[in-house]
């Protein structure tokens, strides 16, 4: 892939600039994901809670106390009314919160493992990860063998994608719950993972320091993004809304940004005196959010 | 016990396995050198990039005064 794009141009060095720094919670960070309005964004600390934010102001709208701080994933749901987290304590609940004060909505608690990831189809129907990747009412997706870390709705939602402890990386259909392809080629955890916009690709991130895009019609790897320098495992990607650009989290406290096409860094977003644990990108693209073990979310653009 | 288990295991591995060489794969041709023979995959998703260059703020760059992150300065009357 990276010598087909030879003829494409350069989109030379992107330097963000941080526009805000959101300061709130008193522990790590660990999740974050914006609303589909790309206004708002809640992330979850483990100081056991949910924060709702308007990163237009920097201020603070909802704050969900959880009842286990041990949280790992957070989601917004598609209309802005729900959020949902889990994490260790095996459960992904549901909030509501448009009510007056933040109310528990629903307890799903029929996972055997611990919580890492959660994506609303829409207010009723959820798609969690846990050890088995299940959706509540009948379809458990059973095939990865390690943990579940990651999963990505595709932008059409009949599919997703998830990345696990195996270091594959599989395709699912969101109604049949049948797994139709699987990625190898990590060596290490898949801890993150996400669509190309166009849906027929997707990149995933990984503890062997490197990311990779699958194109999901040829059904394989066409580029790998690594660097001797970066000796640190990934922890989130985002992509930018052309899909050109990507965003990815390290542990060595850095968001590095690569060129998708051309498979070089192109910049880096420094600011974190942790490791970055979240990166998100707005569905309007206007910017990229990092949330960190040090506590603050920073938005960029 | 654990050899019927195995059994059902493979099964299991088997059929997932005939399920995923039955999909359709078109073919990625990707050579370093020549430009011209390039896969319908990546030129695909090359060519979504350049649609889409034009609209991807983080690509153009937001002009300050449509940045809807940027913090606002007050107004100072002198």
């Known amino acids: 892939m990276s010598g087909a794009a030879g003829g494409v141009a350069s989109v030379g060095r992107v330097q963000l600039k941080l526009r805000k720094t959101l300061k709130g919670h008193l522990a790590k960070i660990y999740a974050m994901h914006w609303s589909a309005d790309s206004r708002q964004m809640v992330s979850a600390s483990q100081d056991g809670k949910l924060l709702v934010w308007d990163c237009f102001t920097g201020n603070k709208l909802v704050a969900v106390p959880l009842k286990s701080a041990w949280v790992m994933s957070v989601a917004f749901a598609p209309s802005g009314n729900l959020v949902a987290s889990g994490g260790l304590d095996n459960i992904c609940t549901v909030y509501n919160i448009k009510a007056a004060s933040p109310k528990t909505l629903r307890e799903l608690d029929a996972h055997t493992g611990y919580l890492s990831c959660c994506r609303f189809l829409s207010d009723s129907e959820i798609i969690t990860a846990s050890d088995k990747l299940k959706r509540p009412q009948t379809i458990m997706f059973t095939n990865h063998i390690g943990d579940c870390m990651s999963l990505a709705l595709s932008p059409d939602m009949n599919t997703f994608i998830s990345g696990a402890c195996d270091s594959l990386a599989k395709l699912w259909d969101v ?5 139709k392809q699987t990625f190898s080629g990590h060596t290490s955890d898949i801890n993150a993972i996400a669509f ?50 990507i965003f ?9 940004i690569w060129d998708s096409l051309k498979g070089e860094k192109v910049g880096v977003l420094s600011g974190h005196d942790n490791r970055v644990s979240c990166t998100g990108v707005p569905d ?18 | 016990m654990s ?14 396995l005939r399920i995923e060489a039955g ?36 690509l153009v760059g937001v002009p300050t005064s449509e940045n809807p992150f940027k913090d606002k300065k007050p107004c100072i009357i002198l």
Request: include cysteine; charged fraction near 20%; hydrophobic fraction near 35%.
């Open chain 1, 175 to 179: 109604r049949d719950g049948a797994c």
């Open chain 2, 3 to 16: 050899t019927t288990n195995n059994i059902a295991q493979a099964r299991k591995l088997v059929e997932q």
């Open chain 1, 248 to 256: 990815a989290g390290y542990d060595d406290f850095n968001c590095h």
């Open chain 1, 196 to 245: 190309f916009p166009s849906g027929n690709a997707v990149i995933t991130g990984s503890d062997d320091c490197s990311c990779k895009m699958y194109d999901l019609r040829s059904d394989q790897e066409v580029i790998g993004y690594q660097d001797t320098s970066l000796n640190a495992g990934v922890t989130s990607l985002a992509l930018s809304s052309s899909g050109r650009l």
């Open chain 2, 23 to 58: 999909i359709e794969r078109i073919k990625v041709k990707t050579t370093v050198f020549c430009h011209v023979c390039v896969s319908k995959a990546a030129a695909d998703l090359m060519s979504y990039c350049e649609q889409h260059a034009r609209s991807d703020p983080l």
């Open chain 1, 284 to 301: 309007d693209g206007m910017g990229v959010c990092t949330g960190s073990w040090d506590s603050f979310l920073k938005l960029w653009n």
